[in-house]
């Protein structure tokens, strides 16, 4: 959670994050492990509350996995 982050800088932070774990050598901890991350972004600040903004977060999120995995999805 990044709170009171524009969803530009929280999509670059995202994928900061992404890219280090993706390109970490986990192949020391064992051969084969590939560890990859998808993160779905909300930035909605409309009052519907707490509970729809983590429901767009989650809806971004299967977006992500849906679409290949490994890569960060905001609203478009």
Known sequence: LLPNTPGEQAFAACEKIRRVIAEHPWHGIHA???VTLSMGIADDLSP?????LM????KHLYRAKHAGKNQVVRAA
Not at 48 to 52: L, N, P, S
Not at 55 to 58: I, S, T
């Open 55 to 58: 429901a767009l977060a989650d």
């Open 48 to 52: 519907d509350g707490h509970a729809h």
């Open 32 to 34: 084969e492990l590939v």
